[in-house]
């Protein structure tokens, strides 16, 4: 993991992911530009070398928002320029799954980042959702997108319009995090996430977080030509002979 330098972010990188640990602890990791910057320069690494992405927050925190007194200052001209909602859907676009490994406060812009994820694991203490209406601003980061196709609006429209904040075991119930672990367990447990993520082909794990979430016009167009370039691929002729091999033997 790179030292401590003042870096909002810290990047743990192994062969087949990478560790993002949000890293504003005076600040329960609130995102700020600076960390926006960072985000962006890992997302180019990401998208020149594909590998899974497991992001997390340090000191029990996920993420408690967006940096207030930035938001605080920032005009039309800013709004316009979709700071954190560019970064964000950067993230969602990354070629190889996006693993999301909550602790604490994830809320505002920390929910958002989280809904941009392919995959969301959670603590108990857990705490999310977007209170952005008492500040004065909508959830403009993808939340009024995003949080209707993961969780249905009657739930959505209860987090962003009345400001309700799920605890672990509400949003483990609703489906918005799939797993619930020990804070010590967290992040073993999106480790052993990414390790079945891996064990898969890498090439087809990408053809399939494309096509799943391709536009509905581009169906089944987009499975056949995804599929036609991966029946040419010496990995699915490996895979698939390996199999009837081992049935085979037994």
């Known amino acids: 993991m790179t030292a401590n330098d003042g870096r909002t972010l810290l990047v743990e990188e192994l062969p087949d ?5 949000l890293n504003r ?34 000191d029990g925190v996920f993420a408690s928002g967006a940096d207030i007194a930035e938001l605080r200052e920032r005009r039309a001209a800013d709004a316009h320029r ?36 392919d995959f969301r694991i959670a603590t108990p203490r857990l705490r999310i ?12 980061a993808g939340a009024l ?21 799920l605890t672990g075991e509400e949003a483990l119930e609703a489906r918005l995090v799939t797993e619930l672990h020990d804070p010590a367990d967290l992040l073993p ?17 990408q053809y399939t977080k ?12 987009a499975e056949r030509e995804a599929q036609a370039v991966l029946f040419e691929s010496p990995e699915k002729q490996r895979r698939m002979t390996d199999f009837l091999e081992k049935r085979r033997r037994r």
């Open 82 to 117: 979709g700071i954190n909602a560019a970064i964000f859907s950067r993230v969602a676009a990354l070629p190889m799954p996006v693993i999301a490994a909550l602790d604490g406060y994830a809320l505002g812009g920390g929910a958002e980042l989280a809904y941009a994820a």
């Open 145 to 165: 997108w995003r949080l209707p196709e993961l969780v249905g609006e009657p739930l959505a429209v209860e987090i962003v319009l009345a400001g309700r904040i």
């Open 25 to 58: 602890p005076d600040a329960r990791n609130a995102i700020d530009e600076r960390m926006v910057d960072e985000l962006h320069a890992l997302c180019a690494e990401l998208e020149r070398a594909p590998r899974i992405l497991i992001i997390t927050g340090a």
């Open 210 to 221: 494309a096509v799943l979430h391709a536009r509905r016009a581009e169906h089944p167009a």
């Open 189 to 205: 447990a999106a480790h052993a996430l990414a390790d079945r993520i891996a064990a898969n082909d890498p090439l087809a794990t």
């Open 17 to 21: 992911r990478v560790v993002a640990t």
């Open 129 to 140: 959702g977007n209170p952005e209406t008492g500040l004065g601003i909508i959830a403009a």
